[in-house]
C-alpha cells in the first residue's frame, strides 16, 4: 500500500475523495482517511450507522473516519496487526503534526501541501510543517482565483525557516470556484462523486493529481478512467 499525504489547515475532503474517486475508476482500491479536527468527512460522506470511529463504503472507496493509526483501523477491520492492508493507496487527510508522526508520513510516497491565500490557512498550514521533527518534501497544491506566479513566490518566502522542501518540477492549481463548489454541493445532497459538471480548470487539476500519485506511464489509464466519469450522470 502505496500513503500519500493532504497536509494543511485548508479544506481538502472533497479533494481527495474527488481523486480517490478517480483512482478507483482505474481500478485501484483506495482507502481515504479523515485524521483531521473537524471530521468533515462524518458528514459528507454517507453512512448507515455512524459511530465514534468507522470505516464505511462510499462509491467504492473505504473511507475511515475517527481513527489515529493504522493500528486502530486494522483492529476495527479485523486484519493483524503483522498483516498488509490490501489497499493500493492510502490517502491521509492530516491537520497536525501529531496526525503526521502517527502515520509515519515521513515515509509516505508523497505529501501534498494544500492552501489558499487566506491568512488562516497558510499561516496555520505553514505551522504545522514547521512542527515536522525533520524536513519533507511536498508538492503544492494551490487554490488560487488568478493562479499568480507572485502567489508562488510569496508561498516560498513565508514558508523559509519551516521545514517544507518545495517540490519545484510540479505543483497544481485549483480554481478557486468556477461553478464548482455548487456542483460538489449538488453531488452532496444526494451522496454521488459526479465530475461531469465541473469546470474544465478542476477536472484538469484531478487528472494531473491522479496521475502524479499513480505514477510514470499511468496516463492512458487516467485518461480511461476520466472517459469513464464523464459519461456519469
Same mark, same amino acid.
Not at 19 to 37: H, P, Y
Not at 178 to 204: A, P, T, W
Given at each position: 500500500?502505496?500513503?500519500? +499525504?493532504?497536509? %494543511? ?13 478517480? /483512482? ?7 482507502? &481515504? ?12 460522506? #454517507?453512512?448507515?450507522? #455512524? ?8 462509491? %467504492? ?5 475517527? @481513527? ?9 477491520? +479485523? *486484519? #493483524?496487526?503483522?498483516?498488509?492492508? !490490501?489497499? $493500493? @493507496? ?32 497558510? =499561516?496555520?498550514? /505553514?505551522?504545522?510543517?514547521? $512542527?515536522?521533527?525533520? #524536513? ?8 488560487? =482565483?488568478? *493562479?499568480?506566479?507572485?502567489?508562488? $513566490?510569496? /508561498? ?11 517540490? !519545484? ?13 455548487? &456542483? ?9 462523486? %459526479? ?32 472517459? *469513464? ?5
Amino acid at each position: 500500500m502505496e500513503t500519500i +499525504g493532504f497536509i %494543511g489547515s485548508y479544506d481538502k475532503t472533497d479533494l481527495i475523495i474527488y481523486v480517490a474517486k478517480v /483512482l478507483t475508476t482505474t481500478g485501484k482500491k483506495v482507502l &481515504v482517511i479523515d485524521n483531521t479536527i473537524t471530521q468533515k468527512a462524518k458528514y459528507i460522506v #454517507p453512512v448507515i450507522n #455512524p459511530t465514534k470511529a468507522y470505516v464505511t463504503d462510499f462509491e %467504492g472507496i473505504d473511507v475511515s473516519v475517527g @481513527f489515529s493509526s493504522f493500528e486502530e483501523i486494522k483492529k476495527y477491520l +479485523g *486484519i #493483524p496487526e503483522e498483516k498488509q492492508f !490490501e489497499y $493500493d @493507496f492510502c490517502l491521509i487527510d492530516i491537520d497536525g503534526n501529531e496526525n503526521f508522526e502517527n502515520f509515519n508520513m515521513n515515509k509516505a510516497k508523497k505529501n501534498y501541501f494544500v492552501t489558499s491565500f487566506d491568512l488562516y490557512s497558510l =499561516k496555520r498550514g /505553514l505551522e504545522i510543517i514547521n $512542527d515536522f521533527k525533520e #524536513p519533507v518534501k511536498l508538492t503544492k497544491i494551490i487554490y488560487s =482565483k488568478d *493562479i499568480l506566479k507572485e502567489e508562488d $513566490d510569496y /508561498l516560498n518566502y513565508v514558508s523559509l525557516g519551516t521545514k517544507a522542501v518545495w517540490n !519545484e518540477d510540479y505543483r497544481v492549481y485549483i480554481p478557486f470556484d468556477n461553478g464548482d463548489q455548487s &456542483v460538489i454541493f449538488e453531488n452532496q445532497r444526494v451522496s454521488k462523486i %459526479g465530475i461531469r459538471k465541473l469546470s474544465n480548470q478542476f477536472r484538469e487539476s484531478l487528472y494531473y493529481l491522479a496521475t502524479d500519485i499513480l505514477g510514470e506511464n499511468k496516463e492512458a489509464e487516467v485518461k480511461k478512467a476520466f472517459k *469513464i466519469l464523464e459519461k456519469e450522470v
